[in-house]
């Protein structure tokens, strides 16, 4: 795994790292963040480690990857979401893979990836079942668990949320407002509106 990383531009994604996960693994086992340091190879310094566990940095999946081997722990081990909440892109970082690598090996674009991981829609050329089992092995997981993810992403458009499309034209918007309560919409609100 070090090996592929040497010379690999990291690439930030949105790993959700834990913090204080990695610091409770870190002092279980008696590491220090210098030694820490030392066993990813020098790919995740002991700076940004102090960083990582203090909230202040957010960790990229390659270097989560790292981490999780250095400490012979899951990479979900250091994430904030739990597996049962993981959406595709929790999925993909785990793998340590960015979506460059990933798109290219799952046949499909960085931006359908995205999509999908977004959204849950997934290109009309690939098949629900093809895209399951192929992600299951890039990534590692059972397909049951990638079906979960997919699930998940579709779920998590649905939360709570109030949105702002900025569709203007001379200095008109057009704003949906859509208010959540339970399991049911309760208010759709549309209009222009000067902004």
């Avoid at 990695?22 to 700076?47: E, H, I, Y």
């Avoid at 790292?66 to 081990?77: F, H, K, T």
């Avoid at 290219?104 to 050329?125: C, I, K, V």
């Amino acid at each position: 795994m070090l090996e592929r990383l040497r010379g690999v531009k990291m690439v930030h994604g949105q790993v959700r790292l834990d913090g204080a996960k990695l610091r409770n693994f870190r002092l279980s086992q008696g590491l220090t963040l210098d030694r820490l340091a030392a066993l990813t190879g020098g790919v995740v310094p002991a700076r940004q480690l102090g960083e990582y566990e203090a909230g202040r940095r957010n960790c990229d999946p390659l270097r989560i990857a790292v981490l999780s081997l250095a400490l012979d722990i899951r990479p979900e081990d250091l994430s904030s979401v739990d597996c049962q909440q993981a959406g595709l892109a929790d999925l993909r970082h785990w793998a340590g893979l960015t979506a460059d690598e990933a798109s290219d090996r799952l046949g499909m674009s960085r931006w359908s990836l995205r999509r999908a991981e977004r959204t849950g829609r997934l290109p009309a050329s690939m098949p629900q079942a093809e895209f399951i089992t192929t992600a299951s092995a890039l990534y590692g997981r059972p397909k049951r668990t990638v079906e979960h993810a997919l699930r998940n992403v579709e779920n998590i458009n649905t939360s709570d949320h109030v949105s702002d499309l900025g569709l203007c034209s001379v200095g008109w918007r057009y704003r949906v407002i859509i208010i959540r309560y339970g399991t049911g919409f309760a208010s759709v609100n549309r209009g222009l509106f000067r902004g």
